[in-house]
């Protein structure tokens, strides 16, 4: 019981840290971005996103190379995308004045780039277990570092059109902005995150451990819930200064990290990462449901309610449920064997 309270003692401590962290983040990136004349959307996308991504990245990196645990690590990207867009979306229409405006170039660009880094990311898993299977029941693959290039490229076509967006656009640049200082702002603010998010996830394993929960599970939920923290205050706090194109777009830029950036680089620093594919289709299976939810949301009237936000947030509830249902043995959708 002691060491629960430490744990729980340890999370909320990290939390406070990871608050912190993310408020130099998105004041700094704010900052970077009038500075350079970037489009709110290219900011919230690119910017902000990949500072506060970084969490899940190293939390890929740690489960696979520390913790030896891929599935984790997988889990922990695929459960904090699911949070990005359920969650934060609904909490930033909660703490902003109501409701959301979306525009165009969000729902027909950011949306649909990231519907194909899902499918992209299912499709190199997929092909791992095709050409590079573990064992003869051909459910287990390995993806290989070739294979992690293919995420890691469409990303580069990512970022090369919102440096196209960025060309574009003439906005005016704010050239009383002390860009190094600024950057060693967001520099500080990432390496606190990192380390409050370490905290969070040493916490959420100790708690997984504790409960006897599978890692991949636990993964899903405490991991990414804690390094997702990051991206809910910049989403938030964007929200409530009106600026619902940086909120929407760093959910969005930051899942698209997530899926082609953050399980990639764990691929290669760990020379490949073994899967195994009956958790991995049907985590993200939910995730194409939670995608197609939030893009018929964001489409219709071009707004999110908060209505709309509280149905975002009780489907998570419902992912939530299924996966404690699933720890405990009352459902086996996922295969835990």
């Known amino acids: 019981m002691l060491d629960i309270l430490l744990l729980l003692a340890l999370a909320t401590v990290a939390t406070g840290v990871v608050w ?13 971005a009038a500075g ?7 900011q919230g996308a690119l910017i902000a996103a990949a500072g506060s991504s970084m969490p899940e990245l190293m939390s890929v990196l740690l489960a696979t190379l520390v913790h030896e645990e891929s599935g984790l690590g997988v889990g922990a990207i ?3 995308a699911v949070f990005n867009l359920l969650v934060i979306p609904g909490l930033a229409a ?6 959301m405006q979306t525009n165009r170039k969000l729902v027909y660009k950011e949306s649909l780039f990231y519907m194909l880094s899902v499918a992209v990311l299912l499709l190199t898993f997929s092909l791992a277990v095709i050409y590079y299977p573990i064992g003869e029941n051909g459910v287990r693959g390995t993806v290989t570092g070739p294979l992690a290039l293919f995420p890691l490229a469409l990303y580069g076509l990512y970022v090369f059109t919102q440096y196209l967006d960025t060309a574009e656009d003439e906005l005016e640049v704010d050239t ?5 200082r600024n950057w060693l702002w967001f520099g500080l603010g990432l390496v606190v995150i990192i380390v409050g998010v370490e905290g969070l996830v040493r ?4 708690l997984g451990d504790a409960f006897g929960t599978p890692s991949f599970l636990w993964g899903m939920t405490v991991v990414a819930a804690g390094s997702s923290v990051p991206d809910a205050f910049v989403s938030v706090v964007a929200a409530r200064s009106g600026r619902s194109s940086v909120s929407l777009g760093n959910v969005l ?14 691929v290669l620093a760990a020379r490949g ?20 939810i939030f893009f018929t949301i964001a489409r219709t009237d071009m707004l999110l309610s908060e209505r709309e936000a509280w149905f975002l947030i009780g489907v998570y509830g419902l992912f939530v449920l299924w996966l404690l249902l699933e720890s405990i043995g009352l459902l086996s959708i996922i295969q835990t064997s």
């Open 20 to 32: 912190k962290g993310s408020s130099w983040l998105e004041s700094a990136s704010n900052s970077l």
């Open 36 to 42: 350079y004349g970037v489009p709110p959307v290219v």
């Open 78 to 80: 695929v459960g904090s």
């Open 94 to 99: 909660l703490a902003g004045p109501g409701e």
């Open 176 to 180: 009383s902005i002390n860009l190094a």
């Open 203 to 206: 916490a959420a394993v100790g």
């Open 253 to 266: 830029g930051s899942n698209i990290f997530d899926l082609l950036v953050a399980v990639p680089i764990g």
């Open 273 to 292: 990462m073994d899967i195994q594919f009956a958790h991995v289709v049907p985590m993200m299976a939910f995730l194409v449901l939670a995608t197609a």
